[in-house]
Structure formats: structure tokens, C-alpha cells
Nanobody, 115 residues
Framework: QVQLVESGGGLVQPGGSLRLSCAAS????????LGWYRQAPGKERDLVAG???????NYADSVKGRFTISRDNAKNTVYLQMNSLKPEDTAVYFC?????????WGQGTQVTVSS
């Protein structure tokens, strides 16, 4: 099993930045894929960014050029750096790990972009 704990959410003005962190309970070097998803009220949970064990990354079109996913294996943590935030980025952000074919989710962290 993998336990995931997200942090770093909050209220930010449009154009601002936040960095989300996701701390894992086991060595993330053994986790094939890690990803950040988000879910706005009344909408489905969608992929924001993903990173594989060999550091390949992918992003939703809506965040390309603004968000960056990275991993620190020594700290067992995956990050999401979010720049140039927009009101439409407001959502609960979740971390997900795919470990030996099973998906594990964190509890989520709220990001609100508003003036």
C-alpha cells in the first residue's frame, strides 16, 4: 500500500503561484507513475500532470507552460509548481500513485484562485 498526503493549497490571487507537495509513505523510486488530478465542484476529476519513474512527464493542455510536476526520490515527495494561476484552476487537487497496478489517492488539498 501507499499513503499519500498533499499539502500546499490555499487562496491565491489570479496570476499568483503555489507549490503543492505530495508526501508518500514508501520509496517513490519504486512507484511507476505519480500524478496530480483536480476536481472542481460539479465536475469530474481530471488529470493535471503526471510523471513516471524515468521522469517522463505529461500535462493537460490547459496547464501546459504554467504548471511543472517534479519528484524528489530522496524525500519521497512529488511536487506541482503552479504559476500564472487562473480562476478556472480553482479545485481540490489530489495526488495519485500507481503501484503494482493499484491506484492510491491522497485526501486532496483545496486551491482557490480569486481576487
Amino acid at each position: 500500500q501507499v499513503q499519500l498526503v498533499e499539502s500546499g493549497g490555499g487562496l491565491v490571487q489570479p496570476g499568483g503561484s503555489l507549490r503543492l507537495s505530495c508526501a508518500a509513505s514508501r520509496n517513490i523510486a519504486s512507484i511507476w507513475t505519480l500524478g496530480w488530478y483536480r476536481q472542481a465542484p460539479g465536475k469530474e476529476r481530471d488529470l493535471v500532470a503526471g510523471i513516471t519513474r524515468d521522469d517522463s512527464t505529461n500535462y493537460a493542455d490547459s496547464v501546459k507552460g504554467r504548471f511543472t510536476i517534479s519528484r524528489d526520490n530522496a524525500k519521497n515527495t512529488v511536487y506541482l509548481q503552479m504559476n500564472s494561476l487562473k480562476p478556472e484552476d480553482t479545485a481540490v487537487y489530489f495526488c495519485k500513485a500507481n503501484y503494482y497496478g493499484s491506484n492510491y489517492w491522497g485526501q486532496g488539498t483545496q486551491v482557490t484562485v480569486s481576487s
